[in-house]
């Protein structure tokens, strides 16, 4: 099955640092990503959605300046946290599909802990 | 390795009958479980959660059901109504990480 890859899986820096995820699609063409964010004991919430050599659509109440996403190519997709600070400290998880009317294809996640 | 799978990749079901989407997990520490729907073109949105403690819980039409010993989940949807018809994730929570599973297209045909 088609496989999404997701780095790194676990980071952890100080306070300050803007930190940068990748999601890659290996084995297909992700015209779409989607972005995710996980906290504790809630379910999983949309932060925002990129086509390919589009700006990303962010959902309402995620900060466009704090949370940077580039989808430049049909294989690649990153977020960049800026100016991390503690309550960014989550479960992030992006998905990728090259077919709206297809199943997406969800990574492994990325756990950030901002010190 | 996959920790969450659903074995089926598609269903299709007569209007008004039972939905039973499957499940199954291999790791035994996970919190809780949940499930979400997604449509074409959105993000998946949350449907219902199960608790690693508890064997069912229901929502209106939708109820979920943890076997345990079998690590085995699923979802039934009664009556099935068009508007079910989406991809459906499975997904497993250990604190603050979710796996998803690679879903399972429903067809509820009218």
């Not at chain 1, 084995?27 to 779409?32: E, R, Y």
């Not at chain 1, 995710?36 to 109440?61: H, I």
């Not at chain 1, 580039?70 to 992006?94: G, K, M, Q, R, W």
């Not at chain 2, 996959?2 to 039972?18: A, D, W, Y």
Request: glycine share 6%; proline share 5%.
């Amino acid at each position: 099955g088609a496989v999404v890859s997701q780095h790194p899986s676990w980071v952890i820096c100080k306070s300050g640092t803007s930190v940068k995820i990748e999601c890659r699609s290996l084995d297909f063409q992700a015209t779409t990503m989607f972005w995710y964010r996980q906290f504790p004991k809630q379910s999983l919430m949309l932060m925002a959605t990129s086509n390919e050599g589009s700006k990303a659509t962010y959902e309402q109440g995620v900060e466009k300046d704090k949370f940077l996403i580039n989808h430049a190519s049909l294989t690649l997709s990153t977020l960049t946290v800026t100016s991390a600070h503690p309550e960014d400290s989550s479960f992030y998880i992006c998905s990728g599909t090259g077919d709206l009317n297809q199943p997406q294809h969800f990574g492994d996640g990325t756990r950030l802990s901002i010190l | 390795d996959q920790q969450v799978k659903q074995n089926s990749p598609s269903l299709s079901v007569q209007e008004g009958r039972i939905s039973i989407l499957n499940c199954d997990y291999t790791n035994s520490m996970f919190d809780y479980f949940l499930w979400y729907k997604k449509y074409p073109a959105e993000g998946p949105t949350f449907l219902i959660s199960i608790s690693s403690i508890k064997d069912k819980n229901e929502d209106g039409r939708f109820t979920v059901f943890l076997n345990k010993s079998a690590k085995h989940l699923s979802l039934h949807i009664v009556p099935s109504q068009p508007g079910d018809s989406a991809v459906y994730f499975c997904a497993a929570v250990k604190y603050d990480k979710v796996i998803f599973g690679p879903g399972t297209s429903l067809s509820v045909i009218p």
